[in-house]
């Protein structure tokens, strides 16, 4: 069992930054593929990022590449989601995930994320 907490949200003007950070606990946080997912007033909830458990690899939606960063500290038990030229469409709700299908990359679906976060909300305003 994972039990993840995430923190970091908040409300920022279009083209801010925000750092969103997951803390895991309970089995080896390292061991796990970390994904981050956001889900809009009633949209589906989607895929955003993941990093390989060794933080070897990472990949993103197309919509998010080159403005967002995920990165981990396994010695901390951390993954971090560095959100920079905010925009109003990535306005949602953010839940990190963890995933045990180390064998493959990148793991995009959710039904493939074992252990789910709450969620904290980012909300850009135009």
């Known amino acids: 069992q994972v039990h993840l907490v995430e923190s970091g949200g908040g409300l920022v003007q279009t083209g801010g930054s925000l750092r969103l950070s997951c803390v895991g606990s309970?089995?080896?946080?390292?061991?796990?593929?970390m994904g981050w997912f956001r889900q809009a007033p009633g949209k589906e909830r989607e895929f955003v990022t993941t990093i390989y458990w060794n933080s070897g690899s990472t990949y993103y939606t197309d919509s998010v590449e080159g403005r967002f960063t995920i990165s981990r500290d396994n010695a901390k038990n951390t993954v971090y989601l560095q959100m920079n030229s905010l925009k109003p469409e990535d306005t949602a709700v953010y839940y990190c995930?963890?995933?045990?299908?180390?064998?493959?990359?990148?793991?995009?679906?959710?039904?493939?994320?074992?252990?789910w976060g709450q969620g904290t909300q980012v909300t850009v305003s135009s």
């Open positions: 995930a963890a995933s045990r299908y180390r064998n493959i990359f990148p793991v995009t679906g959710k039904s493939a994320y074992d252990y």
């Open positions: 309970g089995r080896t946080f390292s061991g796990y593929v």
